[in-house]
């Protein structure tokens, strides 16, 4: 019905899985942060390769890199309350980071048009509402 072309629809039907993903979202952020406890040097030097594979490709996604790859530094400052209360954003933002690592890849390989990888990065790095909803936050003519 006319209900469905709005986001809220969309919303709430996904309601009942905040919860599930509330705890394996939290989960998997700390997974990630004792990933980088362990391995320390070595774990931060790999993801850090990744992202020099496209670094000069995408301005905002240089400086969004910057961002994610300075709060991954500072992470053996940070009381072990701090860290644990930075994991989640880290890992989202390193989730999206990896995602338009491949993105701007796929589209320098040819693989994929650099429309949608433009459509990617300015609905999940430069956007106002980046990474929060899926979807909802898209540039127009998308």
């Not at 905040?18 to 320390?40: P, T």
């Not at 996604?61 to 309350?81: P, S, Y």
């Not at 491949?102 to 589209?107: F, G, N, P, S, T």
């Amino acid at each position: 019905g006319y209900v469905e072309t709005w986001p809220m629809a969309k919303l709430f039907r996904a309601s009942p899985l905040n919860s599930i993903w509330e705890g394996s979202g939290n989960i998997m952020a700390l997974d990630v942060l004792r990933a980088f406890q362990k391995g320390g040097a070595n774990t931060y030097a790999a993801l850090k390769a990744e992202t020099e594979k496209v670094r000069g490709m995408d301005a905002a996604v240089d400086g969004f890199w910057a961002g994610v790859l300075g709060t991954v530094e500072e992470l053996g400052k940070m009381t072990k309350e701090e860290a644990q209360w930075q994991a989640r954003r880290m890992t989202t933002e390193i989730a999206i980071g990896l995602q338009a690592v491949e993105m701007l890849r796929a589209a320098d390989d040819g693989i994929v048009d650099s429309a949608r990888t433009e459509a990617f990065i300015g609905s999940r790095i430069t956007g106002q509402w980046s990474g929060m909803i899926y979807g909802a936050n898209l540039p127009r003519k998308t």
